[in-house]
């Protein structure tokens, strides 16, 4: 039997401010006027899927145990969740909610109907988030990770965000 890998939950890095505007956590790369800036720096950006029935918890994989063997971690791991888990429900996967905890649950019981939790971190080795974020304000979507514009709305500007609101 081969050794089960170390965890490796997808994420990319993200240089920026979070920032809170009409009570809504949002992501930028630079502070925004008229919205309070929570923390800045260097994070760790992670992804969450949605417990079913549970829509306030969200688990982070950093390894997907088949039940045939196989064992995925990172990118093999959110394909194989994203695309194939219907083939293999009884599938466990293991890693931190996103109030820190370590769990392991079945794939059946997460919820990938529901869009991805996009959660910061403060740096690689932090098990619980930061906080959820919901868009992205940047005026240049240049450097930016594919992933984090593929499950954050992005808006030019805080003013874009709000008309859009």
């Not at 890998?5 to 009409?22: I, K, T, Y």
């Not at 720096?41 to 997907?64: E, M, N, S």
């Not at 890693?95 to 019981?109: P, T």
Request: hydrophobic residues 45%; negative net charge; contains cysteine.
């Amino acid at each position: 039997m081969p050794a089960i890998p170390e965890r490796q939950p997808l994420s990319d890095l993200f240089g920026g401010v979070v920032l809170q505007a009409a009570d809504t956590p949002l992501l930028a790369r630079a502070a925004q006027p008229a919205a309070e800036v929570i923390a800045q720096g260097d994070f760790v950006i992670r992804y969450g899927i949605q417990y079913l029935g549970k829509p306030h918890f969200a688990l982070v994989p950093g390894l997907v145990a088949l039940d045939y063997g196989d064992m995925l971690v990172g990118e093999a791991a959110w394909d194989f969740l994203l695309n194939r888990s219907n083939l293999h429900p009884r599938a466990d996967v293991v890693g931190f909610r996103n109030d820190g905890v370590d769990d392991m649950i079945a794939v059946k019981y997460l919820d990938l109907a529901e869009p991805v939790h996009v959660q910061v971190y403060a740096d690689a080795a932090a098990t619980q988030p930061i906080i959820r974020v919901r868009a992205l304000i940047a005026s240049s979507t240049r450097g930016l990770p594919p992933r984090l514009l593929d499950y954050l709305p992005c808006f030019e500007s805080l003013e874009a965000w709000r008309q859009h609101e």
